[in-house]
């Protein structure tokens, strides 16, 4: 099992797939920052006051995590923090679902896909992180800089 994950090809495929995921999820946050806070509002675990910051900050830190994956600089800290950012988003759906919120993920919303909270989010969720593990454990840390 270790070859397999390790196997550099299917490293590439992980790192691209979650590159792209997180890129796709941050691009209609970073060009809407005022729907995005409206639902970070809806999921009612931050303070009024860093809403706006979040709203704003949140979205490139996904982007820029997906570009540097794909661009395999650090992979294994960002696979760490793609692992974070998912365990964060489904510890913040299950509280609403436990609490009986029912509202919109806020995760992709770049086609109109807006998805309500629920166990399939939840479940997609623990998938990312799935997927980010093998990168996190048989990836490379380095930045690897060719001059001519």
């Given at each position: 099992?270790?070859?397999?994950?390790?196997?550099?090809?299917?490293?590439?495929?992980?790192?691209?797939?979650?590159?792209?995921?997180?890129?796709?999820?941050?691009?209609?946050?970073?060009?809407?920052?005022?729907?995005?806070?409206?639902?970070?509002?809806?999921?009612?675990?931050?303070?009024?006051?860093?809403?706006?910051?979040?709203?704003?900050?949140?979205?490139?830190?996904?982007?820029?995590?997906?570009?540097?994956?794909?661009?395999?600089?650090?992979?294994?800290?960002?696979?760490?923090?793609?692992i974070l950012f998912n365990t964060g988003y489904i510890l913040g759906i299950t509280i609403n679902l436990a609490w009986g919120l029912a509202h919109e993920c806020g995760c992709?919303?770049?086609?109109?896909?807006?998805?309500?909270?629920?166990?399939?989010?939840?479940?997609?969720?623990?998938?990312?992180?799935?997927?980010?593990?093998?990168?996190?454990?048989?990836?490379?840390?380095?930045?690897?800089?060719?001059?001519?």
């Amino acid at each position: 099992m270790n070859k397999l994950f390790a196997n550099k090809k299917i490293l590439l495929a992980l790192r691209l797939l979650m590159g792209s995921v997180f890129i796709l999820a941050s691009i209609d946050k970073i060009f809407n920052p005022a729907v995005f806070s409206s639902v970070l509002r809806e999921y009612k675990l931050l303070p009024e006051i860093l809403i706006p910051l979040v709203s704003v900050t949140l979205p490139w830190m996904e982007f820029f995590a997906g570009l540097l994956i794909i661009l395999n600089i650090f992979s294994q800290s960002v696979a760490l923090i793609m692992i974070l950012f998912n365990t964060g988003y489904i510890l913040g759906i299950t509280i609403n679902l436990a609490w009986g919120l029912a509202h919109e993920c806020g995760c992709f919303t770049l086609f109109g896909w807006n998805e309500p909270i629920s166990g399939s989010t939840i479940a997609r969720d623990l998938f990312f992180v799935l997927l980010c593990v093998p990168i996190l454990f048989y990836a490379s840390n380095e930045f690897k800089y060719k001059s001519k």
